[in-house]
């Protein structure tokens, strides 16, 4: 059975994109295509349609990752049933996905940073430009999750 992941943030067009094909990436690199199924979505309807913003963009391709043909999409109720982590970036992303599901009744919303040793809440590049930190808050955040998922299946 496949571990069904879903990132999100307020717009889906920065940093639960970059997780979303990091961890793509990460999976790949360990050939473990087969047991994850990963997507990403917006708590807003602002950028519904958009591509990924283009510094976010160029940040993951410095790695030689492509979200070729990723375009901003907003979270639904029924994603609740459809994943089984759904995995917000910041404080402000965990309260709206709970209001959006109506609550996290099996535990399920997490924020990404706190899967790592650094609990708390991934910098916005859409504030401070800085993609370098959200990199690498995402790029350990990821890496964390799929530690837990190949340690507790």
Known sequence: MKKRILFVCHGNICRSPMAEFVMKDLVSKAGLEDSFYIESAATSTEEIGN???PPARRKLAEHGIS???KSARQMRDSDYDRFDLLVGMDTWNIRNMQRICGGDPDGKIVKLMDFTRR????ADPWYSDDFETTWRDV???????LDSC???P
């Open 150 to 152: 190949i340690s507790n």
């Open 119 to 122: 609990p708390g809440d991934v």
């Open 139 to 145: 790029l350990e955040g990821c890496k964390s999750i």
């Open 67 to 69: 979200c070729q043909g």
């Open 51 to 53: 591509p990924v913003y």
